[in-house]
């Protein structure tokens, strides 16, 4: 069983969207939860960092946790061509402070 | 983008080659990470480093050779590769491994390896 699980997409979305991105896991002791945004040919970037049950939002972006039902998902509201790249889940799983572990990746395009 | 540094961007080598890669980090951070992308692939931690000690080791291969001189720096020594270790290389950092959750983690620009 993958410890993060995320779908590859892509997920395609008009200008001005909600893009809804999801990440279930499978270790219940996962304690800190990122959200990564990938360009193709780029490092991955730091979006939100989340580690308590509940909504955080960060201008356009808002990550939501809930570890009962071991899901986070990352909303982009007013969606934009720029905000097309690949999506990156990751968490610890509490055991090893410092590992990391990484879903394959959501694909967004955002079309004009 | 000059948070963590990587050098050199891209690389061609061949199987008989010995290279490194090399990472600096102008965060004031004490932990130090490689993870190898491949296509198609998550991210994968090769190994990590805590105030230059290392703390984790992900059953890499032994041509692969880490080395951490102090808290800023981070080499990864490359010696006879194989083609499937084509892949891009990426350095991270962070504040470091104390407390009780993982800091984020800042990473660098990457190398592309290609071994031929």
């Known amino acids: 069983q993958k410890e993060v699980e995320q779908n590859s997409g892509p997920l395609s979305v008009p200008e001005g969207a909600i893009a809804s991105l999801n990440c279930t896991y499978s270790?219940?002791?996962?304690?800190?939860f990122f959200w990564y945004r990938q360009y193709s040919g780029k490092s991955p970037e730091l979006i939100m960092s989340?580690?308590?049950?509940g909504d955080k939002e960060d201008g356009r972006f808002t990550a939501q946790l809930n570890k009962a039902s071991q899901y986070v998902s990352l909303l982009i509201r007013d969606s934009q061509p720029s905000d097309s790249a690949t999506y990156l889940c990751?968490?610890?799983?509490?055991?090893?402070?410092?590992?990391?572990?990484f879903g394959r990746g959501t694909q967004l395009t955002v079309w004009p | 983008e000059t948070g963590v540094t990587q050098t050199p961007r891209h690389l061609v080598m061949g199987m008989t080659n010995k290279k490194s890669l090399k990472c600096e980090q102008h965060l004031g951070h004490n932990a130090m990470y490689w993870y190898k992308q491949s296509a198609k692939k998550p991210l994968e931690l090769m190994f990590v480093?805590?105030?230059?000690?290392?703390?984790e080791n992900n059953s890499v291969p032994s041509r692969f050779s880490p080395e951490c001189p102090n808290s800023s720096h981070l080499f990864l020594h490359l010696h006879t590769l194989q083609p499937e270790d084509s892949a891009l290389y990426l350095c991270a950092s962070s504040q470091d491994l104390a407390g009780e959750s993982t800091d984020t983690q800042y990473f660098g620009p990457g190398t592309r390896l290609t071994v031929l």
């Open positions: 990751a968490l610890d799983r509490g055991s090893t402070l410092g590992r990391l572990y």
């Open positions: 270790d219940r002791g996962s304690q800190s």
């Open positions: 480093y805590n105030f230059k000690e290392q703390t």
């Open positions: 989340i580690y308590s049950n």
